[in-house]
C-alpha cells in the first residue's frame, strides 16, 4: 500500500447521491420560501398601505379634554395607531429582505472539467463533488435558515399590528 486510503466506489457513489438529494432538497426549500414570501408580500403591504390610507391622525387633535379619562383615551389610541403603523411598514420590511436577492451555491460541473480530474481515477471526481455538493448545500442552508427566521418575523410584526390595530378600533368606537 502506498499510504493512500482506498475508498470504494460504491460507497462514494451512495454518499455523492444522499448529498445530491440533499442539495436538490434545499433547492426547493428555497423554491418553498420564494413561494411563500412572493404571496405574503402584497397582503403585508395592502394592509400597511390600508393602514397608512386611514390617517387618522386629525381625530386625535379635536379632542376636549374634561376628565383624566378624555386625556389619556386619545393618547392611548394615538400611540395605538401609530404603533400599528410602524409595526406593520416592519413586517414589510422584513419581508422584502426575504424576497431580496441571495446569492446561492451551485454546482458546475465545467469547473471540473480539467485535466487533472479527467486523467485522474473517476473516484477522485466523485470525491470532489462530494466536497462540492456539501459546501453548496451548507451554504444554501444557512441562506434559506437566515430568510425563514426573517418570514417567521414579518408574520409576527403584522400579527402584533393587527392586535394594536384593533384594541384601537375597540377604543375608537368605544370612547369617541
Not at 43 to 65: G, P, Q, R, T
Not at 134 to 153: D, G, S
Request: proline letters at 2%.
Amino acid at each position: 500500500m502506498n499510504g493512500e486510503i482506498e475508498f470504494n466506489s460504491e460507497s462514494i457513489d451512495l454518499l455523492r447521491d444522499a448529498a445530491q438529494d440533499e442539495y436538490g432538497n434545499e433547492q426547493k426549500r428555497t423554491a418553498t420560501i420564494d413561494s411563500k414570501a412572493g404571496i405574503a408580500l402584497p397582503i403585508i403591504s395592502a394592509y400597511f398601505l390600508a393602514l397608512a390610507e386611514m390617517n387618522d391622525y386629525k381625530s386625535f387633535l379635536n379632542v376636549k379634554i374634561t376628565t383624566i379619562l378624555t386625556l389619556l383615551i386619545p393618547i392611548l389610541k394615538l400611540i395605538l395607531y401609530t404603533a400599528s403603523l410602524i409595526i406593520a411598514f416592519l413586517a414589510v420590511i422584513w419581508m422584502a429582505r426575504v424576497v431580496y436577492t441571495r446569492e446561492y451555491a451551485t454546482i458546475n460541473p465545467r469547473d471540473l472539467y480539467t485535466n487533472d480530474y479527467l486523467k485522474n481515477d473517476p473516484r477522485v471526481l466523485s470525491i470532489k463533488f462530494l466536497d462540492l455538493y456539501f459546501e453548496a448545500t451548507e451554504h444554501n442552508r444557512k441562506e434559506n435558515n437566515e430568510r425563514v427566521v426573517l418570514y417567521q418575523q414579518s408574520w409576527g410584526f403584522t400579527f402584533i399590528s393587527v392586535i394594536c390595530f384593533v384594541v384601537y378600533i375597540i377604543l375608537k368606537n368605544n370612547f369617541v
